[in-house]
T-cell receptor
Framework: GAVVSQHPSRVICKSGTSVKIECRSLDFQATTMFWYRQFPKQSLMLMATSNEGSKATYEQGVEKDKFLINHASLTLSTLTVTSAHPEDSSFYIC????????????????FGPGTRLTVT | GDSVTQMEGPVTLSEEAFLTINCTYTATGYPSLFWYVQYPGEGLQLLLKATKADDKGSNKGFEATYRKETTSFHLEKGSVQVSDSAVYFCALSTKAAGNKLTFGGGTRVLVKP
């Protein structure tokens, strides 16, 4: 149980275009999802907290107009990289916290497999 | 703010050797502590966790004990295998921070046959 998927797993796009990455919780609902960015051989950097039905909360230094987050349902959050540039090339990972009728079932985050974005 | 410090790698070991990866933390409040493992090209998998002092998390032969007095959560395995080659991340979360995870820098482990 507690499986999180991401689509696509890899994407190559041209500079100036936009790319959408989906994060889905397959067997649970999640009111909170997180988006991370990971550079080669480095740790994960939290970009933003995605909240179902409300605006995302961005970490300091992350451009909200460039990294658009939409959490439209209890099982889906999307990250759109707008007007992508080569410096946006990275590994993007999402995670989700399962929620039940009374709130979070636990505070453990379940991670997706990641999406490798390459901007040429 | 909260922070996690773990030993830098890479750590290169022979099969069946003993592995220790040190992890220390600073946090406001009472954190939960985690070890995650990342295999090449993949996302993170939770390896083990501990939510209160003196708790020992264990999984797949790995162990770590929550030491509040030394603010540490060192990862150990008595006999590593080639399949344990991966990057290991120590992390913490607190309710005060909205259960966001704060990660250490990661330690790459390479086990040679």
């Amino acid at each position: 149980g507690a499986v999180v998927s991401q689509h696509p797993s890899r994407v190559i796009c041209k500079s100036g275009t936009s790319v959408k990455i989906e994060c889905r919780s397959l067997d649970f609902q999640a009111t909170t999802m997180f988006w991370y960015r990971q550079f080669p051989k480095q740790s994960l950097m939290l970009m933003a907290t995605s909240n179902e039905g409300s605006k995302a909360t961005y970490e300091q230094g992350v451009e909200k107009d460039k990294f658009l987050i939409n959490h439209a349902s209890l099982t889906l959050s999307t990250l759109t990289v707008t007007s992508a540039h080569p410096e946006d090339s990275s590994f993007y990972i999402c995670s989700a916290i399962p929620v039940g009728s009374g709130g979070p079932i636990s505070y453990e985050q379940y991670f997706g497999p990641g999406t490798r974005l390459t901007v040429t | 703010g909260d922070s996690v410090t773990q030993m830098e790698g890479p750590v290169t070991l022979s099969e069946e050797a003993f592995l220790t990866i040190n992890c220390t933390y600073t946090a406001t409040g009472y954190p939960s502590l985690f070890w995650y493992v990342q295999y090449p090209g993949e996302g993170l998998q939770l390896l083990l966790k501990a939510t209160k002092a003196d708790d020992k998390g264990s999984n797949k032969g790995f162990e770590a004990t929550y030491r509040k007095e030394t603010t540490s959560f060192h990862l150990e395995k008595g006999s590593v295998q080639v399949s344990d080659s991966a990057v290991y991340f120590c992390a913490l979360s607190t309710k005060a921070a909205g259960n966001k995870l704060t990660f250490g820098g990661g330690t790459r482990v390479l086990v040679k046959p």
